[in-house]
């Protein structure tokens, strides 16, 4: 579909003509993400009519006023690292928001950063660091943007056992509306005084967020204020060695381990009370198979490594923690030490042993998430997250298990998905109020039809699991279909969410100017 | 390859983006954490070599055709490697030749940039880049009393490479370099006006025919030659000796060494001793082909296959080339031992290097991107108190020396020739 040739111009006298672009390569370039060969059935989702690529709130502003007259929806991207940045409509505008890459203040006192939206997790850090800071770390790593792990997405990642989701770290926010007002919330519209949440004033925090965040679809977020958490780290991280698999000194005042447990019960047991002791910087399951897919450089050192392997150790591997402390005294350590010693004795977990560089390659995934991405994507080119949980830490972990007897065991002897060891998820826990994040992984070839058919039948599966189970959330991370149709079918089983939701969105963008793919339609 | 042979590849990247950055584990300053200068400049996801995967994959299933504009996209790109060694660090991926298969495809249906076409006309007449007259070609040697292969013999041949053999203003460096050899003692000769252009940079614009050619003249010209081991000052033709001609399955038993290499091991005999102070502040910049692209070729014959169902494994193991095993050290090497001298490091140097701007065909097709590529090199030097900077390859010196003509920074471009010449 063409873009009509007014609103190109319209949207060329925005931002200039070296930043908006209609060439069906770049296009391409713009509606093929991860996942779409099982979302939609191929590699490339509906190609949008353009791309732009605004600098500032102001010619954002003027985009999705041009997408409102001409009746054109709206998606912003950041990284477009995610399933979440599918296209899904037609007539559809990108607007690449790369441009909008400032890191407008860090408030030290207040511990608030204020980012735009191409701001990474790994530019923020960088620049926190230095003032004994740190932001949330997402799983998506480093190349992630902070605001889309904070405002628009989930925000699950390594770090939560200390700062807690992305949800718990928006503290406001500068928001195109989809008719085009612009609205300011917390820090980002008072000052950074400081503030509660987004206040002062009533929170609009749930509406921005909803559960799983917008993906876009509330209208575009400009600017976002996030909490920062102190850092005892140096002010610069100190790499060692060299590709692929570079090594990290570690301050002395942090400690790195891989733990295992006998089974899933003492591994439960284990979570609570490092939850409850609150000494963990980081915390993420599963560790064995974490820590060999980071301490390896490619697929072939992976199996060397792994092949040998009896299937009763294997197993284990499934009940197994990365743990990260940090302290900022040596007798803080040696207190955090003391009590991982045990609770680790109370439940049967032991220690993992590893040399100096993997205790550094633990380190640098604890403190950035580098190394999910390798994990997610090395094994055989992409995955999908289905089902998930959010829920208690016993429940997540018995959804876990119901989902290996139920869903993956009987795709792991097909032969088309990779053949992890039993339950293989992703789980961490919220530092807030001792919440569990499990995800269900499924590694597949997007190469592969057959492999691409089977982990499709999965999300299939999970979608009908949890509604039976009354236990998880159906695809990937949102509590939110980018299928109206299977919306419509979780809403029996989601406790009026997906009604609200819709009530929401209708409020706000009547027209439905902001693309609906991942969050949903006004239409009840 | 072809570029339907990695069509299976092109299907598992996954838009992560890590190809724009630098290895996160070595980023440093919010100022440069980039590595690809393409997306940098251009911004649009397909000038990164992620949109490149995606644009290939466009062209292979008949989505787009290759316009003007999609020309643009793929050779606005210096194939400087970067998002080559960023992205291996998180996958089993091969984006460097993705876009040399690219390069190639368009090359093959007839979609070329005049630019380019010019090069390899010159190429074709003249057997150097710059098209200049080949006759001229061991100009820059007037004077120098050297050995002129193969009517005489030596064991060393100097490979000036085009770039220092026709460029005026590195004709002070190139003497130099060749005069620091025979000081030394060295049986050092060259080809003078039979030196012949190595090939490398219509292999990178995807004119894979011409460096056929190039490659199998000039391996058959040492061979006859009889020479034991080849140097050049140019990091383009080491590269292109050492690693494509291995790649291209080019036999021979010739050492191939990079100038800064064969003076660090003179350096290290006592053969040159270097007693002179030179008072001065300098960074190094990495060139692209010196370091990462010059990573030894890896031969491997077997099978790419799944294990633990979906697992894609090579069987036998493949090594890894991401940049790790290029020339690095002996560059820094000279630096360090010449006295009085203070050497700092740039925020991206060895693998994860900034490129100066001239490679993959982007300095004759866009000067412009070319000067701005090298102008942020400059800039980063100028970041770390440098009062210059010091390459080890002529398209980097030149590249920038332009850039940084007139632009208020005060920064000397310099070759490492130039800094032991005077310390000498």
């Given at each position: 579909m063409a873009l009509d040739r007014h609103a190109y111009h319209a949207l060329e006298d925005i931002v200039?003509?070296?930043?908006?672009?209609?060439e069906p390569v770049v296009l391409d370039t713009y509606c093929y993400v991860w996942a779409n060969e099982v979302l939609?059935?191929?590699?490339?989702?509906a190609r949008p009519v353009a791309v732009v690529m605004p600098e500032a709130v102001e010619e954002v502003q003027a985009i999705v006023r041009v997408c409102s007259r001409f009746g054109i929806r709206c998606r912003p991207f950041a990284?477009?690292?995610?399933?979440?940045a599918l296209t899904a409509s037609a007539p559809m505008l990108c607007v690449d928001m790369?441009?909008?890459?400032?890191?407008?203040?860090?408030d030290r006192k207040n511990k608030i950063a204020v980012v735009e939206p191409y701001v990474s997790q790994a530019a923020l850090f960088i620049e926190t660091m230095k003032v004994g800071l740190r932001p949330n770390m997402i799983g998506?790593?480093?190349?992630?943007?902070v605001l889309a792990g904070t405002a628009?997405?989930?925000?699950?990642?390594?770090?939560n056992i200390s700062t807690d989701f992305g949800g718990r770290n928006l503290l406001g926010i500068e928001w195109v509306l989809p008719d085009g007002d612009i609205l300011r919330l917390g820090p980002v519209g008072a000052g950074s005084a400081a503030v509660n949440a987004d206040g002062?004033?009533?929170?609009l925090r749930g509406v921005v967020r909803g559960y799983g965040g917008a993906n876009g679809g509330l209208g575009i977020f400009t600017k976002c204020a996030v909490k920062l958490y102190p850092w005892y780290g140096p002010p610069k991280l100190t790499a060692t060695g060299g590709p692929p698999n570079y090594g990290m000194e570690v301050p002395g005042n942090f400690d790195d381990y891989c733990v295992v447990f006998p089974g899933r019960a003492a591994l439960s047991n284990f979570m609570h009370l490092l939850y409850e002791e609150t000494i963990a910087f980081a915390q993420e399951r599963p560790g064995l198979p974490f820590l060999t897919v980071l301490s390896t450089g490619s697929n072939d050192e992976l199996y060397s490594l792994v092949k040998d392997v009896p299937e009763e150790m294997a197993a284990l591997a499934s009940y197994s923690l990365l743990i990260s402390l940090d302290a900022i005294s040596a007798r803080e350590l040696a207190y955090k030490r003391k009590v991982l010693g045990e609770i680790l004795r109370a439940t049967g977990g032991e220690i993992v042993p590893v040399d100096e560089h993997v205790r550094g390659l633990l380190f640098n995934a604890a403190v950035t998430a580098q190394g999910t991405a390798r994990a997610a994507f090395?094994?055989?080119g992409s995955f999908i997250i289905s089902p998930v949980a959010e829920e208690s830490i016993d429940s997540v972990n018995a959804m876990g298990a119901r989902a290996e007897e139920e869903i993956v065991a009987e795709a792991r002897a097909s032969g088309k998905v990779v053949a992890h060891p039993p339950e293989p998820v992703w789980s961490v826990i919220y530092g807030s109020d001792g919440c569990g994040h499990l995800e269900v992984i499924t590694q597949y070839d997007p190469a592969d039809p057959a492999s691409c058919n089977v982990t499709r039948g999965i999300a299939q599966k999970a979608d009908a699991k949890v509604a039976e189970w009354g236990l998880g959330i159906n695809?990937?991370?949102?509590?939110?279909?980018?299928?109206e149709a299977s919306l419509t079918a979780a809403a029996a089983h989601s406790v009026d969410f997906v009604k609200w939701m819709k009530r929401i969105k209708k409020a706000f963008d009547p027209h439905n100017v902001?693309?609906?793919?991942?969050y949903v339609s006004p239409e009840p | 390859m072809s570029l339907d042979t990695f069509r299976d590849d092109l299907m598992?990247?996954?838009?992560?983006?890590?190809?724009?950055?630098?290895p996160h584990q070595v980023m440093s300053d919010t100022r440069f954490l980039t590595g690809c200068p393409s997306i940098k400049r251009f911004?649009?996801?397909?000038?990164?070599a992620s949109g490149r995967v995606i644009a290939s994959l466009s062209l292979l299933k008949g989505r787009t055709e290759i316009t003007d504009r999609f020309l643009d996209m793929v050779y606005q790109?210096?194939?400087?490697g970067a998002c080559d060694v960023s992205c291996k660090v998180e996958r089993d991926f091969e984006p460097y030749e993705y876009m040399l298969a690219l390069r190639a495809r368009c090359v093959e249906e007839g979609a070329m940039l005049p630019e380019h076409m010019d090069v390899i006309d010159g190429l074709r007449r003249q057997d150097n880049v710059l098209g200049?007259?080949?006759?001229?070609?061991?100009?820059?040697?007037?004077?120098l009393t050297v050995k002129h292969l193969p009517t005489e013999k030596a064991e060393v041949l100097f490979h000036a490479g085009c770039r220092f053999a026709f460029d005026e203003s590195l004709r002070q460096t190139v003497r130099g370099g060749l005069g620091l050899l025979i000081g030394a003692g060295v049986d050092v000769g060259i080809m003078g006006a039979e030196e012949n252009c190595c090939g490398g940079r219509s292999y990178e614009m995807g004119y894979v025919g011409e460096f056929a050619k190039y490659a199998q003249h000039n391996v058959d010209t040492w061979t006859t030659a009889g020479v034991k081991c080849v140097v050049t000052p140019c990091a383009d033709c080491y590269q292109t000796f050492k690693v494509l001609y291995d790649k291209d399955g080019r036999q021979h038993t010739v050492e191939i060494v990079h100038l800064t290499e064969y003076l660090a091991r003179l350096v290290k005999q006592g053969t040159?001793?270097?007693?002179?102070?030179?008072?001065l502040t300098v960074t190094y910049h990495d060139p692209c082909h010196l370091g990462r692209l010059a990573d030894p070729w890896g031969h491997w014959e077997g099978e790419r296959k799944k294990v633990r169902g979906q697992l894609l494994i090579h069987d036998p193991p493949k090594r890894k080339?991401?940049?790790?095993?290029?020339?690095?050290e002996a560059p820094r090497e000279l630096l360090r031992a010449i006295p009085g001298l203070t050497f700092v490091e740039m925020h991206?140097?060895?693998?994860y290097g900034w490129c100066c701007g001239a490679g993959g065909g982007v300095l004759e097709a866009y000067p412009d991107f070319a000067s701005w590529t090298a102008a942020e090199r400059l800039d980063e030097a100028c970041s770390v108190g440098a009062e210059a900077i010091v390459t080890a390859c002529g398209w980097c010196k030149r590249t920038l020396s332009d850039a940084g003509n007139?632009?208020?920074?005060g920064l000397q471009v310099l070759d490492i020739i130039d800094l032991v010449q005077q310390a000498l």
């Open positions: 200039g003509p070296e930043y908006i672009t209609q939609v059935g191929d590699k490339f989702s990284s477009g690292f995610e399933t979440a790369r441009r909008m890459n400032r890191i407008v203040e860090i998506a790593g480093p190349s992630g943007s628009a997405h989930f925000g699950s990642g390594p770090t002062p004033g009533p929170s090395r094994a055989a695809l990937l991370e949102n509590a939110l279909s980018f299928e902001a693309e609906s793919a991942f | 598992r990247c996954t838009r992560c983006s890590y190809c724009k950055w630098v911004n649009f996801h397909g000038w990164s790109c210096q194939m400087c200049q007259p080949k006759a001229r070609r061991g100009d820059w040697a007037d004077g040159i001793r270097m007693r002179n102070t030179v008072p080339r991401c940049g790790a095993d290029g020339v690095y991206r140097i060895r693998e007139g632009n208020g920074r």
